[in-house]
């Protein structure tokens, strides 16, 4: 059977053009970019705490209480980030399962942990919760621009929960910060000022995942795109 497919003589010189606009950088760099990257986010967010009056700001309850609960949240940050930043045993990734379980696990860890030092001091004051999602949602914010930036177009499966969990692992880093600067451990105030600001940002990640996170579609020697399977 006589083969009628004629390729387009123009298709090998649009392809090298369009990588030779686009070069792919060698490993060696993008490492170097992405930890300059989450370098400048973790100056950005240490000077937004200090900005918005640092330690002193959570002077009201005791010392070791603080310290306590800091450590704590740091654990689950740098637990989240692992799982939610590397790429595990798999080239392709992690399984769903991974991404789905850590993502929705947060803010119930989050929950726990702050009231579980409920009651054990004397709060020095009363609040809402509004300057606690305000100074999470900035912090996580500069996290999770240097964290979409390192892994975007890289991901095959499931981008969507990926970005669940790295949105996730950003509110994480950012309630350690925001630990330290609010001395509140009460019922209501955890679930508005500190687990409110966790969902939101899940929300953000799971939206931003297939958009950022997934491979590009890949242009089809027709002129269509095949979307990459994520």
Not at 53 to 65: N, Q, S
Request: a positive charge.
């Amino acid at each position: 059977m006589q083969n009628d497919f004629k390729p387009d003589p123009s298709l090998r010189d649009r392809v090298l053009a369009q990588a030779s606009q686009n070069p792919v950088p060698t490993r060696d760099v993008h490492t170097r970019r992405a930890r300059l990257g989450y370098a400048a986010a973790l100056v950005l967010s240490l000077v937004i705490f200090q900005a918005s009056g640092g330690l002193e700001h959570g002077a009201g309850r005791p010392a070791h209480l603080t310290a306590i609960i800091a450590l704590g949240s740091l654990l689950v940050a740098g637990i989240a980030a692992r799982l939610a930043l590397t790429a595990g045993p798999s080239m392709l990734g992690r399984h769903r399962a991974v991404y789905a379980t850590l993502a929705l696990s947060l803010p119930v860890v989050t929950y726990g942990w702050l009231t579980a030092f409920a009651g054990q001091y004397v709060e020095p004051f009363q609040r809402v919760g509004w300057r606690c999602v305000g100074l999470t949602l900035a912090i996580a914010g500069v996290v999770l621009v240097a964290a979409l930036r390192d892994r975007r177009h890289s991901v095959v499966h499931h981008a969507g929960w990926q970005g669940a969990a790295i949105g996730g692992a950003a509110a994480a880093w950012a309630s350690v910060l925001v630990d330290l600067w609010c001395p509140l451990t009460n019922v209501a105030h955890v679930a508005f000022g500190h687990v409110l600001p966790v969902v939101l940002l899940i929300a953000v990640g799971t939206v931003l995942g297939p958009r950022i996170l997934a491979i590009r579609p890949v242009v089809g020697e027709t002129g269509g795109q095949g979307a990459a399977k994520a």
